[in-house]
């Protein structure tokens, strides 16, 4: 705001010292300095005075436009006995009618008009004679003084008109972009009551049934049902009631989130890593994590990705793996590295779960620019998948 009228300052000015330039040099070649004498140049100065005005500020164009009204019919009041004469500040009067038009409201619009065209059709009458044909004063007047202040108004209105086309146009937009967002909402609540009611009641239902399970166990080892097979059982069950409740935890987040509580319960990332293996481990697989590099803050929706990269790792290593998954996080300047490494029974990770926990892996990576690599190690029955991430350094 301060550049705008800082350039409208300089502008004003130089308007104002066109017209200065302009009637001082055309008063000069024309006007009657020499024979007139100090009249002459009274009105030259005050020429000077009146175009030099036109700089000041816009709530003063009704007394600017009254000044060159006077100065151009006092012209002809003190330069009369001469003959051949220009009036000081004729390219002023025009600048001065038009600010008058287009800065002022109507009321002191319509005085500031009344004012330059009498001055105009005075300064006619007195300069032509008072014989002056009245059509040719009536024209000057209409060119001199009613012309500009036409265009000035002409002008303002204009300029109304598009910025009210404008603040249409942008509220119009605001209406359409609000009433996207609420069909969002709307869908993302949709979404979020189908998940809550096909999912939801089922995974709970899980983890009651397998709580209720391991509660029904005997308490002490039986021919059926030796100790080593007790232990075994109530290990399961433990790990199916663990795995249904973080299934849960994780579901209410993406309910959250569709809901649009982001702030109430944010996305897991980076931090939440130990409760997930956690989980892992009371699954029975052992699992270790080991961080390389300083702690530096990455964008929320990477380390969302990172936490979802090692959580379906994590999941393929249950299902397919035979020994300990060992996870490594690798905090490099230019970017963040991610690998999971887990023994398996084959050659690599067979079903459609894992094809399908692969492709998703994949697709997270590709989205933020990374690479990945999955697949068997030489050295023996190990599967590593190793995801990179480029981070912006400054």
């Not at 007790?230 to 249904?244: F, K, M, T």
Request: hydrophobic share 45%.
């Amino acid at each position: 705001m301060r550049d705008i009228s800082g350039s409208l300052a300089r502008q004003s000015l130089l308007v104002a010292v066109v017209c200065l330039v302009c009637d001082a040099s055309l008063f000069v070649l024309r006007g009657p300095l020499g024979e007139a004498g100090w009249r002459g140049w009274a009105v030259l100065v005050a020429g000077v005075g009146v175009d030099l005005a036109l700089a000041g500020a816009a709530r003063h164009s009704g007394w600017v436009a009254l000044a060159h009204a006077i100065v151009f019919l006092s012209g002809p009041l003190l330069l009369c006995p001469c003959t051949g004469y220009v009036i000081g500040n004729n390219s002023g009067l025009l600048i001065a009618g038009y600010r008058a038009g287009a800065w002022l409201r109507t009321g002191p619009a319509v005085l500031a008009l009344a004012a330059t065209v009498a001055g105009i059709g005075g300064s006619e009458w007195i300069g032509g004679g008072r014989g002056a044909a009245a059509p040719l004063i009536l024209i000057s007047m209409g060119v001199t003084g009613l012309l500009p202040w036409l265009v000035g108004r002409y002008t303002t209105a204009r300029r109304a008109y598009i910025a009210d086309l404008e603040r249409a146009t942008e509220q119009r937009q605001r209406h359409e972009a609000e009433a996207v967002r609420r069909a969002v909402l709307e869908e993302r609540e949709t979404i979020a009551r189908d998940l809550h009611d096909v999912i939801s009641h089922h995974v709970s239902a899980i983890g009651v049934h397998a709580g209720a399970a391991r509660l029904s166990l005997p308490a002490k080892s039986t021919e059926t049902l030796p100790a080593e097979g007790d232990a075994a059982v109530r290990q399961s069950l433990g790990a199916v009631e663990s795995a249904s409740r973080s299934a849960m935890a994780d579901l209410r987040r993406l309910l959250d989130l569709l809901h649009a509580r982001d702030d109430e319960a944010g996305q897991p990332g980076l931090d939440n890593l130990d409760e997930l293996l956690g989980t892992v481990r009371e699954a029975g697989l052992p699992a270790h994590l080991t961080v390389h590099g300083d702690v530096r803050e990455i964008p929320g929706s990477l380390d969302v990705a990172l936490y979802r990269i090692a959580q379906e790792a994590l999941t393929n290593a249950l299902r397919h793996g035979t020994g300990p998954v060992e996870i490594e996080l690798d905090r490099r300047r230019t970017e963040i590295v991610l690998t999971v490494t887990n023994k398996v029974s084959s050659a690599r990770p067979d079903g459609e779960g894992a094809h399908r926990g692969l492709a998703g892996i994949r697709q997270r990576v590709t989205l933020f620019g990374g690479k990945v690599e999955y697949g068997q190690l030489p050295e023996g029955p190990r599967w590593r998948v190793r995801a990179s991430f480029p981070l912006e350094v400054a």
